[in-house]
């Protein structure tokens, strides 16, 4: 019996990557490798204002002197990073002025990803940004966002119509040179998102970007930044996915997030870029920062994020939570399978007074993964009363993978509170045999017993992206167990 | 003839513990059996289920004629084998509802059947769970997570009404029992009995068999059926204790 169970362990995911397809679309790149045209380059693409512009040059000066960190517990293949195309988009003809003019091939693209475009399809109540490769290409439901004060486009379209807002926030949580590929965003970063709510407005619908990365040997560097001013309110989605390819594809994205006094910001991921091939080849690099800050008093920001792809994560979605009674939270579902490594945490930075913060994290690690959590939780000097609760669980399906947690605590106010619990343990024989003796197959029982392990996590997601993410987990984790 | 265990040997990481069992089960019959502590009595019910690592060495287990000895799990309960656990397992986050519409559903696809309306499947939860006497509460907590002992067995129960198995093994599903609970898992037993369908009850003592009366009484010892009789052996067993049986065979 023991040797079916390592058959079992060894015939490891039988079932392949859904999104894996290449679109055939015309596409404009910039050239090879980076170098200060690059920069200038991207930037006269988008026809930016000269302040962007310096901007950019400055990081890429910063970014030059900067080594890759090392500290994760990664094994990362060395990057070179003049072997990637920094800028690729699918050709433009001209400004779009309805659907009927998007290329029919990006909206075959986006339908196969079961993203409908058509805003009279879209009952669900989200509008959508999509950004493939370096440009976003539509974003739906402008118009209804704009009768509410709402900003919701691209970001090289707010540059334009929006110069003072980006001015005035960009950088604002994650300031520019703040680690090696933040910096490297902020030289090269192509197309993402913005949203700005204002005062006292509570977004109607779903915000969501999804990103989908076409091109070959190209880098993807979106930039996303959500601003809720005083009082506001918005939920926000994001999805991703890539082709299939045998080599590596570096996604290096900053995310940002700033609540002013009273405002919430609820930013949901599931993370499915392409993983790499059962035997580790090819699959995303996907190291992103992701950082919101909560400036006023009585502000929340709360992070979920399901990940499933990506052959590297790196990724640590941080609340530095400013004003005093200000929230911050994080809810994460890391599953790693075949080679896959992950990376990944949270950090809850206290300086006002009367803030709390919860951390709940659940690896899911199978096949020959590694999966890592890594947390920072910092009560500054002022942050009296402050509050932290930290669960980290981790499970392992089968004897080939590897769990690690790596929690740092840096409390300086001694009227501080700081929990942390842990577990570790195994989908267990019994748990299996119980399923199965009921009818249920053993992928559909690991299924069960993941979804219901990660239950914490899914309910914070808004209920179409819960479906997805459900099946998502059981997908990723098919044929895994011994 | 619905189960016929011929010969059966079983082994556990190499020890031998079911040792030549021979046992025939028709629809319609409710068998019990009984013995002393560690002579096989839930081995034989996992080795039917087809637990991983009870290795079969010799024998037969037909089901319905068939020999299923090297079928998964999950096939043998589709086909129709229930066995009700005698130690239930927690499942954490998975609601019963869940649990076991996936169950349900699984076999049906099995027998190529279309997959239970949402509205079935209520009505069929709501019916069932007044047979073993549960809340209606039952549904959306997870599965044996924090349940008591008493409401561990009823749970089991309560999925072998689900299921409609056409073999239910329940191993020592009177264990932990106080009497008012017994006689709610008993009267749900009898209620699911019907003439096509076959129990077998697992249990130490002469109490259960006062609610669920069997048709045979079968004697497990050192991983061998000893003594097979209707229901009053199971009452000589109970005045004599299992030292008379040892007495029997060596006599």
Known sequence: MAQDEKQILDEVTSSDYKYGFTTDIETEYAAIGLTEETVRYISAKKNEPEWLLKFRLKAFAKWQKMEQPNWAHLKIPEIDFQDIIYYAAPKKKKELESLDEVDPELLDTFNKLGISLEEQKMLSGVAVDAVIDSVSVKTTFSDTLAKHGIVFMSFSEAVQKHPDLIKQYLGKAVPMGDNFFSTLNDAVFSDGSFCYIPKGVRCPVELSTYFRINAANTGQFERTLIVADENAYVSYLEGCTAPQRDENQLHAAVVEIITMKDAEVKYSTVQNWYPGSKEGKGGIYNFVTKRGICKGDHSKISWTQVETGSAITWKYPSCILAGDNSVGEFYSVAVTNNYQQADTGSKMIHLGKNTSSTIISKGISAGHSHNSYRGLVKMGRNATNGRNFSQCDSLLLGDKCGAHTFPYIDGQNSSCVIEHEATTSKISEEQLFYCQQRGISQDSAVGLIVNGYAKEVLKQLPMEFAVEAQKLLSISLEGSVG | ?251
């Open chain 2, 1 to 251: 003839m619905l189960l016929n265990i011929k010969d059966l040997h079983v082994s556990i990481h190499g020890k031998e513990i079911l040792k030549g069992v021979n046992l025939q089960i028709n629809k319609g019959e409710v068998h019990a059996i009984m013995g002393p502590n560690g002579t096989g009595k839930s081995t034989l019910a996992a080795a039917v289920a087809g637990k991983d690592n009870y290795e079969v060495t010799q024998g037969e287990i037909l089901f319905n004629g068939k020999d299923i000895k090297e079928l998964a799990p999950e096939v043998r309960a589709q086909e129709g084998i229930f066995l009700g656990f005698q130690y239930p397992v927690e499942i954490p986050g998975v609601s019963i509802n869940n649990f076991m519409r996936t169950a349900i559903n699984e076999i049906r696809k099995y027998h190529g059947q279309e997959a239970m309306t949402a509205a079935e499947f209520l009505k069929k939860m709501k019916e069932k769970q007044q047979l073993v006497e549960i809340t209606s509460k039952l549904k959306n907590r997870s599965v044996n997570e924090g349940f008591s002992g008493g409401e561990k067995k009823k749970n089991e129960i309560f999925q072998m009404a689900m299921l409609e198995p056409q073999l239910a093994i329940l191993d020592e599903t009177d264990s932990g029992l106080d009497i008012d609970a017994l006689k709610i898992v008993a009267n749900g037993v009898n209620k699911l009995k019907t003439k096509d369908n076959a129990t077998v009850v697992i249990t130490h003592y002469q109490r259960l068999l006062d609610y669920i009366v069997p048709d045979f009484v079968h004697i497990l010892f050192d991983g061998k059926i000893v003594m097979t009789g209707g229901k009053e052996l199971a009452f000589e067993l109970e005045e004599n204790g299992y030292e008379w049986i040892k007495e029997k065979i060596k006599g």
